[in-house]
């Protein structure tokens, strides 16, 4: 790279600078300063270059399609290898419902968080959690992957490390993860009982232990719904009304009021879904 050139070349010039004011007693200052600038000019030519290469370098980083559906999305779809939606799969409908060319986005971890925010709930034998974000009730057919740098949109792969990667939040999957979900210990089982070619039962002990009242998710609603129904506009007005708050205060409480919930601003883009 061409941080590496720029320094060994810093090396190599010290290097022989001391090399050189070793030999300066036998020689005469003006060879010496001769020599060492010499080099100091060498060193910068040689920088120069290797800078001038590294800015027409191109981004080596590109996306790439895979050659088949992958594992997790054969596990979080339920899709078989061809991307068909297998039998049983809550979300067929909607699947097989998208024209063809849709993106649908799938994220592991957000399933698996969801998942095992209903398991904390459920050891602790009541709990309630809301997940609040930007994004669809379901998948939005297209790619909304996206990156900022210094608060410009820019090529998710522009700058690794220091772009700030997004997407949007697939609310209906969330949704899913949560009410179709199974124990931890259950999928282990099913699991083991797989892999010695056994034939998972139907019914297990486990499954028959459950609570009868799991956690479930609910929603989403809209966050301009969810925080008029939690009393946000009363809250305002009657701060707004308050003798200590200044003009200034109020336009700003009304500003921020109606940023968060009017549908062209934060009202419709982000969503609210619980757990409980």
């Known amino acids: 790279s061409s941080v590496d050139v720029a320094i060994r070349d810093k090396e190599e010039e010290s290097t022989e600078a001391t090399k050189i004011k070793q030999a300066a007693g036998r020689m005469k200052y003006s060879d010496a300063e001769e020599a060492a600038d010499s080099i100091t000019e060498s060193s910068s030519t040689s920088s120069t270059t290797s800078e001038e290469k590294g800015k027409k370098k191109l981004p080596r980083l590109r996306f790439v399609l895979p050659p088949d559906t992958t594992p997790a999305l054969r596990t979080l779809l339920r899709v078989s290898g061809s991307g068909t939606p297998l039998e049983g799969n809550p979300t067929a409908e909607a699947l097989n419902a998208l024209p063809s060319g849709s993106v649908v986005e799938a994220c592991p971890e957000g399933l698996l968080l969801a998942q095992d925010i209903a398991d904390r709930i459920e050891k602790c034998n009541g709990g309630a959690a809301l997940l609040i974000d930007y994004g669809e009730d379901g998948a939005s057919s297209r790619d909304t992957m996206r990156g900022f740098w210094r608060h410009t949109q820019v090529h998710p792969l522009s700058r690794p490390?220091?772009?700030?990667?997004?997407?949007?939040?697939?609310?209906?999957?969330?949704?899913?993860?949560?009410?179709?979900?199974?124990?931890?210990?259950?999928?282990?089982k099913r699991k083991y009982l797989s892999n010695e070619g056994q034939v998972p039962p139907s019914s297990t002990n486990a499954e028959q232990e459950k609570p009868t009242n799991p956690p479930e998710a609910f929603g989403p609603v809209s966050q301009g719904q969810f925080l008029a129904s939690m009393g946000i506009v009363q809250r305002v007005e009657k701060q707004i009304e308050a003798d200590s708050t200044t003009d200034e205060q109020a336009y700003e409480l009304y500003s921020a009021l109606e940023r968060l919930l009017a549908p062209d601003q934060m009202g419709e883009r982000y969503k609210v879904l619980a757990i409980a």
């Open 161 to 188: 490390g220091e772009v700030d990667v997004t997407a949007d939040v697939d609310f209906a999957a969330l949704r899913e993860s949560v009410n179709q979900r199974i124990g931890l210990e259950e999928s282990v």
